[in-house]
């Protein structure tokens, strides 16, 4: 049974920072691109950042510069480094593998908020 659990989520100011986490569970990790989605209200659930199996990682371009996504092959976990938050990066953000039609997390939420 393929598990993905986010965690690392919650309330932040505007200028600061958070991690996500993904832990990954039931997969051969190593092998699968991962990605971070997120989904605002009123929303369609969007492509945040992605890193292939090989380590190669790609932005959607409101997030370059500010968030970096990376992965531990060992600990089966993908990370969200997330840093100069705005309010419109406010969402829940899900943990992704496989690609669209692949494998979700139940999602953590984000609130970027003075």
């Known amino acids: 049974q393929v598990q993905l659990v986010e965690s690392g989520g919650g309330l932040v100011q505007p200028g600061g920072s958070l991690r996500l986490s993904c832990a990954a569970s039931?997969?051969?990790?190593?092998?699968?691109?991962m990605a971070w989605y997120r989904q605002a209200p009123g929303k369609q659930r969007e492509l945040v950042a992605a890193i292939t199996s090989g380590g190669i990682t790609n932005y959607r371009d409101s997030v370059k510069g500010r968030f970096t996504i990376s992965r531990d092959n060992a600990k089966n976990t993908v990370y969200l480094q997330m840093n100069s938050l705005e309010p419109e990066d406010t969402a829940v953000y899900y943990c992704?593998?496989?690609?669209?039609?692949?494998?979700w997390g139940q999602g953590t939420q984000v609130t970027v908020s003075s």
């Open positions: 992704n593998a496989d690609g669209r039609y692949g494998y």
């Open positions: 039931g997969i051969i990790f190593s092998r699968y691109a």
